[in-house]
Structures are given as C-alpha cells and as structure tokens.
C-alpha cells in the first residue's frame, strides 16, 4: 500500500500528534508499505526521497508552532508522482485544506484525523468570539473525507452530537519497554536537579501554554508546597508562559525545557506522581507515558483524560470546574498515603503495558485497507454504470 500523510506537525516538533504520527510511519514502513510524509520543513532532510517539506515561518506569538508557507504547486506535483493509494490529513489549516480540495485531482480516498480541540483553543487567546466558526469549519472539513479518526470513544460521542460523520477510534499507546519505572538514570537525575531521598517529585511533562491550563496547574501547586514543604516540581516542556510558570513555582520547580527519547523517559522515572489540568485534551499521550513510568496521575476528567485514567486505579479524575485548592488537596493526598500511591503506581503500569502501539496502528493500517476496497468496489460500480 501506498500511503501520503499531510500535516502540519511531525519531528523534530515534539508534542503528542508528531509523536503519534511518527509511530504510525514507523508502522506502515516495518510492514512494507511505502509511505509519502508531507510536512514544514525543520531544517533537517527528509526521511525518504518520496517526502516533502515546506518552507515555513513560525508564530511570532508563538514560537513552537510553525506554520507552511503556500502556494503548494510543489505538493501537487509530488503526489501525482508518488500516486498513493490512499491520502491520510492529520491537520485542518492550510496545508490540510489545499489537500482536502486538491484529493480529488489526485485520484485517491481521504482519510483525516481530528488531533486537537482547536475550537477550544481561540478562548485561551482572548478569540472566543471564532469559536463557532471554527467547530463549524471542522465539521465540513472532516465530514468531506471517508473516515475520521478520533483517540477516544469519549472524544468520538461528543462530535457526533456535533454532527461529525463517519467516526472511529483510533486510540493511543505508549512505548512500555522505554517508560518504566527502572530507569538507569532515574536516582542521577534527581540529584542533579537537587532533589532528596524524602523529596516527593510531581511531575508534569507537555508544552506550556495557556491551552494548557498551566496556570491553573501552577496555582496548585504553590498550594500544595505551602502545607507539603518536602514536595519538588519537575516540569519537562517549553512555551509561552515558561517563564511566568517558574515565578510562580519559585525554588521548588525544576525547569529542565523538552527532552525526548531515553532522556525524556528518566525524567519521567525520576518523580513519584504526575499532574496534569489540560482542559481540551483529545487523548494525553504524556498521560500513558506517565503510567508506563509508574506515576499514578491526577488530572481533570475533561477530554481524553477521562478516557485514559481510572478513577481510584490509576489515579484520580476531578470534576473540570473543581478549584485548585481541591486539586492540591488530591495531589497531598498521594504524598500523605505513600502506600496507596504505591499501589495506583503498580495497577497505573499495568494498565500501560496492555497499550502497544503495533496493535494499535495495524488496527488503523486494517482500516486504511477497508476504505481503499469500498473505494475501489465504488469505482468499479461507477464505471460499469456508465458503460450501461
């Protein structure tokens, strides 16, 4: 099979939709299939002579986002050559759009993924104003392809009731031989950062942006330091608000900016509980990382979070409007019952061991497959009709 994936995000970007996209061409490529990656261009060379990379500018609002320059006279002309057999868009803007509205020249079935509640996003930057016409242009541009990929059941009834079409899940899994708990480098890590035999380590992995809700998370964890003066911070990640986090956090944060691979699973390892407050997560992939590492999770029970975590298993799930204070208090809880964050730790990396990502991607490659027969069947039955 021959596969073109357009986005808008893949590596060296890290968050979870380069991340996921990455394991997916991985996937397809260990198998045999030949795949075409369509993305901005980071500098660095592309993976395979059939990929593209774009010229582009990043936000200057916003610096880890980059977006591709258009015109895209030169993505046309790539996929014509490559002729896939099936077109699979990760993300809705400029790129993902000319690809939606050029697929039909190309000549092959589309397939998209929703990664990202952007509708979400536009009240974090004070654009709540948009945010009925963004859902509304997400619903037209996802309902125009064969399938929608969603990451959780839950994420999958809330666009129905929007009016989304053609949805299935395709979830998330996470890498359980690289995050666990016996890390290498797991007791190095907290000495260099400054951190004690007794310090319990939170810890908090993503990017830092008001999208986010670090905020939110920041207030709760001064909370949390002013009754537990033994509790650290490590805050793996960058972003716009980096700085204001680290006054407000003050001596007790550990700021140590992205990490990745080998590096970014003992980071993990080094803490002894994870928080997370994002309040527009579609799934969380830092959250199956967190379990792997054996950090039982707090987080709010909005999105893909609610999907991801057990409540009372794996750690605990707040209602979306509960205060920081509640929040703090949840968290102190884990810190004051080290034995029941023993035991959430143990069933929370389990639970991560049953989540492998070659079952989760063959599981997307069967479906790819499915939509390329029902589009040949209907090609098929078009050209009989017409020879009628």
Not at 42 to 50: E, H, I, K, L, T
Not at 144 to 164: D, I, S, Y
Not at 236 to 263: H, K, Y
Request: some cysteine.
């Amino acid at each position: 099979m021959r596969v073109t994936l357009v986005t808008e995000t893949f590596f060296p970007q890290i968050n979870g939709v380069s991340r996921t996209l990455g394991k997916l061409v991985d996937h397809l490529r260990s198998v045999g299939d030949t795949v075409q990656v369509i993305h901005p261009d980071y500098g660095a060379p592309p993976a395979s002579p059939w990929d593209v990379t774009l010229k582009a500018v990043p936000l200057p609002f916003y610096k880890e986002v980059v977006v591709p320059l258009p015109p895209f006279g030169k993505v046309d002309r790539a996929v014509r050559e490559f002729r896939p057999d099936l077109i699979h868009i990760a993300t809705e803007a400029t790129l993902g759009l000319h690809a939606l509205l050029a697929s039909r020249r190309w000549g092959a079935p589309v397939v998209s993924s929703f990664h990202t509640n952007f509708d979400q996003y536009t009240s974090h930057y004070r654009l709540g104003f948009i945010e009925p016409f963004v859902r509304r242009y997400l619903r037209w541009f996802h309902n125009r392809t064969r399938a929608t990929f969603v990451p959780t059941p839950g994420l999958r009834r809330k666009l129905e009731a929007m009016g989304f079409e053609r949805l299935h899940v395709w979830p998330r899994g996470v890498d359980a031989c690289l995050f666990r708990p016996d890390r290498p480098h797991r007791e190095t890590i907290r000495t260099q950062l400054g951190f004690g035999p007794e310090t319990v380590v939170v810890g908090h992995v993503g990017r830092l942006a008001p999208e986010k809700n670090c905020g939110y998370l920041a207030e709760a964890l001064e909370i949390l330091g002013r009754h537990h003066p033994e509790v650290g911070y490590l805050v793996v990640g960058d972003g716009p608000i980096r700085a204001e986090l680290e006054r407000n956090l003050g001596p007790r944060g550990r700021f140590v900016g992205f990490r990745t691979g080998e590096d970014l699973a003992d980071h993990y390892a080094a803490c002894d509980l994870f928080a997370f407050a994002g309040l527009t997560e579609t799934f969380g992939n830092v959250l199956m990382e967190a379990m792997a590492s054996g950090l039982p999770v707090v987080a709010l029970a909005v999105g893909g979070p609610a999907d991801v975590v057990q409540d009372g298993i794996t750690g605990r799930l707040l209602p979306g409007d509960t205060p920081p204070e509640r929040f703090a208090t949840a968290l102190a809880q884990l810190i004051e019952h080290p034995d029941q964050r023993r035991q959430w730790a143990k069933q929370a990396r389990q639970y991560a061991e049953t989540q492998t990502w070659s079952a989760i991607m063959q599981g997307l490659r069967d479906h790819y497959l499915r939509v390329c027969a029902e589009s040949s069947n209907s090609s098929t039955a078009v050209a009989r009709t017409m020879s009628l």
